[in-house]
């Protein structure tokens, strides 16, 4: 709901458990009052205090107390007399700065699409939107700042359009949102890592001065996730506040915090503004990606939840969004180059057999592609290795009963290609350099709108050539050697023209073949964003498919993504990224926590008691599928030595718990685990155990882990509600 006080300048934003509250000034300033738990009203009574600050320079002359450094800005221009990080910066022959006050805003049920980029969206029942324009008289711009509140959702989605007026303007930095908070009190929680370690849970203290991430990989990346969260630092899994954002992007992205000179906290996200300029003639618009926004007092569990839910419900689209995913066997670590039309349906075959549901068929399909140094780009089928073409594997492969799923690389290029040779000029490249190579490939210049046509082009005439339900979208190496400077700075306009060009092919792709469920991948977990998300309701987590090593990866890929979307892989030992050799059974309790379950190993080598012991796993999965899919997920312990886990299925019929410890211990404590989300009052059954238990004895008293003198032992419960 969106309150509008006109006496006041005051808009006032209410959510299920939040309000958001901006004021226009007497001045016309735009200012930000409270982001916090819901209030029903905010008081006029609540004044601001004036004080005269030495070093804080005042726009009116005899007013010594009011200057734009210590106001909370909601969106800030630095030049004027605000030294903190600014939202927004313009170069013009006006100079840099801009004084950006009210001129009239807009209140609306829905909210309307952002043209060319990934947005979350909703019906006019489930959403709300405020547009405030702010406009500066100097330089002739305005600035729409856009508020859409999903109130049963508790997310608020914030973006800004700026509009060149009669003079052209280059923007220099286009910031989604910043936001002043009152203190300073802050944890920061980001995921962070690298290739193969992605999305490590970092909790840092505010200090002073600024804590940043960003990247400038033309991709998100595995080092850095464009989601920043400000918690208290006492924040436990069911107490405390917790604000969180993320950016609904996929390239070179900025996510900041800032503690101020007078303890208190600027907050933003946006695009990274290193490498980035945009030129703006007369009358034109740029519009910035989409921030989420959301708040909790109920801690970082109920800071999950509600993103789990919204992502699931308002960033992803159509069936797949809530469709369970099928269980799948990938060919990749089973014969990654090196396979025949023979191996392939051998393989199926036994799969079937296992009970797994949809075959995948890993790089390697097309083109000369015998290694990872030829043939990107060249999306024609290897008949040496495939005679019968795809057409002829997929319908053996569904013959047996199964889906059949393809790889694709489609925004590379190999240099021994057809397509290289035919156009060199499609490749990223800095006239007069020399190429750099990454896994022997170069990217393709979706800038170009004959590159993004050939794509589209291309991969729809695979995907109608055969029956194909899945595609894995890989993308192996990020952006170097962009193009040497052109007009007004266009050079800096790549990245962001890369993007999108990128979500235009994945938009005719995803509109033209709604029932392929399509899987992001970026050498893992290297672009797994909101922005991807929107588009792939699926990601692969990451290249390491060892179990313990998974164990921080899916833990801090699920502290924000739905389980649904997050692919994970049994695969074989010793294993192939770290030489680790784990049991089968903790193998697959890690793989079904990640949600979308599947197994990446070669079945055909397996002795019968390891093809029987799969086959169990893939049926325990199908009867808790829809539970660990879209259930209410829970952590319960997280130690360097154990990890513990539940969900509760929607209905609250099915809960399912996993514990895993990494090491053994000589003497060893005894360990206790206690289950979350119970219905207290209910009978609970356990087959694994042979008793029954109480919701509230299962949440209080908890259970004692089996005492197993052994590495990497796992334990997975499943409970019934009597």
């Known amino acids: 709901m969106i309150d509008y006080r006109a006496a006041d300048g005051l808009f006032h934003l209410q959510a299920a458990n939040f309000s958001y509250v901006v004021q226009v000034l007497e001045n016309k300033q735009l200012i930000h009052r409270y982001f916090g738990k819901k209030i029903r009203r905010f008081s006029p009574d609540h004044q601001i205090v004036y004080l005269d600050r030495s070093f804080s320079p005042s726009p009116i002359s005899g007013n010594r107390t009011f200057s734009l450094d210590v106001l909370p800005l909601e969106y800030s221009s630095n030049g004027l007399g605000d030294f903190r990080t600014a939202a927004i910066e313009v170069r013009s022959e006006k100079g840099t700065a801009l004084d950006l006050v009210y001129q009239t805003h807009r209140i609306f049920k829905g909210k309307p699409h952002l043209d060319g980029l990934p947005a979350s969206h909703g019906t006019e029942e489930d959403v709300e939107t405020l547009e405030i324009d702010l406009y500066d008289e100097l330089t ?136 980035f300029s945009w030129r703006l003639v007369a009358g034109e618009s740029f519009q910035t990606p989409e921030a989420l926004l959301s708040y909790t007092d109920q801690g970082l569990t109920d800071m999950t939840h509600t993103s789990h839910v919204f992502l699931r419900d308002h960033i992803c689209r159509g069936d797949f969004s809530h469709k369970e995913r099928p269980i799948l066997i990938n060919n990749w670590e089973a014969t990654y180059f090196d396979f025949t039309e023979e191996k392939i349906v051998e393989l199926a075959q036994t799969a079937k057999d296992a009970g797994i549901e949809l075959f995948v068929l890993d790089d390697g399909w097309f083109g000369k592609r015998n ?146 469920l399509f899987e992001s991948c970026s050498g893992g977990g290297g672009r797994n964003d909101v922005g991807l998300l929107y588009y792939m309701p699926q990601a692969w987590a990451s290249d390491n498919t060892d179990a313990i090593g998974r ?147 299962l949440m209080h008293v908890g259970l004692t882990m089996p005492h197993i003198q052994q590495d990497f032992v796992s334990v997975q419960y499943i409970f019934t509600k009597i």
């Open 140 to 275: 002739d711009v305005t600035v729409i700042l856009s508020y859409s509140i999903f109130p049963e959702k508790n997310y608020l989605a914030r973006s800004a359009r700026i509009q060149a007026g009669k003079l052209p303007v280059q923007l220099e930095r286009a910031y989604s949102f910043t936001l002043d908070l009152p203190h300073k009190d802050f944890e920061i929680h980001s995921l962070t890592g690298r290739y193969a370690y992605e999305k490590e849970w970092t909790r840092v203290p505010l200090t002073a001065g600024r804590y940043s991430i960003d990247s400038l990989r033309g991709a998100s990346s595995h080092s850095r996730t464009p989601f920043l969260a400000l918690a208290d630092p006492h924040i436990t899994e069911d107490s405390g506040e917790v604000y969180s954002a993320h950016l609904v992007y996929s390239g070179n992205f900025t996510a900041f915090a800032e503690q101020t000179a007078l303890e208190t906290t600027r907050w933003g996200m946006g695009l990274n503004d290193q490498a």
């Open 551 to 697: 164990l921080s990866i899916q833990d801090g890929t699920s502290l924000i993504y739905p389980t649904s979307s997050v692919g994970a892989h049994v695969s074989a030992v010793p294993n192939h990224q770290v030489g680790r050799i784990t049991p089968l059974a903790t193998r697959g309790h890690v793989a079904m926590l990640g949600g979308a379950f599947g197994y990446e190993l070669d079945l055909t080598s397996l002795p019968q008691e390891e093809l029987d012991e799969i086959a169990q796993q893939v049926e325990t999965f199908k009867e808790i599928r829809q539970t660990v899919q879209f259930g209410t997920y829970y952590r319960l312990k997280r130690t360097d030595n154990t990890r513990a886990y539940n969900y509760v299925s929607q209905d609250g019929q099915q809960a399912v718990l996993t514990f895993v410890k990494t090491l053994a211990q000589p003497e060893a404590p005894l360990m206790q685990v206690k289950l979350k989300g119970l219905d207290p009052e209910a009978l609970y059954t356990c087959p694994q155990l042979g008793a029954s238990f109480y919701g509230d004895e």
């Open 371 to 516: 290694n990872d140094e030829s043939s990107l780009g060249d999306w024609t089928v290897n008949y040496d290795k495939l005679p019968n073409g795809l057409e002829g594997l997929a319908k053996a492969v569904t013959d047996l009963g199964m889906e059949f799923g393809l790889w694709f690389e489609p925004e590379m290029i190999s240099e021994d290609s057809d397509l290289y040779r035919a156009h060199p000029d499609w490749a990223i490249r800095t006239t007069g350099r020399p190429h750099i190579y990454s896994r022997e490939q170069l990217v393709l210049d979706l800038s170009q709108t004959a590159v993004q046509d050939y794509i589209i082009e291309s991969v729809s005439e695979i995907l109608k050539s055969a029956k194909i339900s899945y595609v894995k979208w890989d993308m192996n190496r990020n952006i170097t050697n962009i193009p040497e400077g052109l007009a007004n700075d266009q050079k800096y306009e790549f990245y962001h023209r890369y993007m999108l060009g990128l979500y235009r092919v994945l938009e005719e792709l995803v509109t033209a073949f709604p029932d392929v």
